[in-house]
């Protein structure tokens, strides 16, 4: 849960200081994170120099929504060893780095007590998913987000435009 909360308040953190505004901000209120620009250290690459960079394997999905066609950017952070995915002209981010816990399921159900928007975990090809659904925390506009193990590399996909089934659909692509 620390962990998920930590990279959240990096995010949205890094957000701020790298981009100010983005386009995702209501009039009046704080501004939204931009998510395809979702680092505090990043700089841009390409799918080559992202897996050089991050010391894991970097899965790019074959889903209609994300996959090497609609790859529009590709982000690290060095010193995490993060990578970020831009799809879809920033409608879609995959984001990876070194997944901290031993348990993926376990981590998750931590994780979903410090989540207040819905949320549940569901299985997808073997592999469970934490799923964050868009809109529904009562306090500030989230966005849909799953997140997985991918083989020791902790794999998030989020959205302010698509849904989770499409969010799903994509996990999918990457299992």
Known sequence: MKARLLVAAAIAVSVTACSGPGPNSAPGSASAPDYSRPFLHEKQTTLAGAQAAAGFPVHVPNAPLADAKTLAKVWVSPPLHQVA???????????????????????????????????????????????????????????????????????NIVSRTYGTAALLAIARSMT
């Open 85 to 155: 995915l831009v799809f879809d002209n920033g409608k879609v981010t995959v984001m990876m780095w070194p997944a901290i816990y031993h348990n993926p399921m376990s981590f998750f159900k931590k994780s979903m007590a410090g989540i207040n928007a819905k949320s549940q975990i569901t299985q997808v090809n073997g592999y469970p998913m934490l799923v964050t659904f868009p809109h529904t925390d009562p306090g500030s506009p989230n966005p849909a987000w799953v997140e997985f193990d991918l083989h020791g590399v902790d794999t």
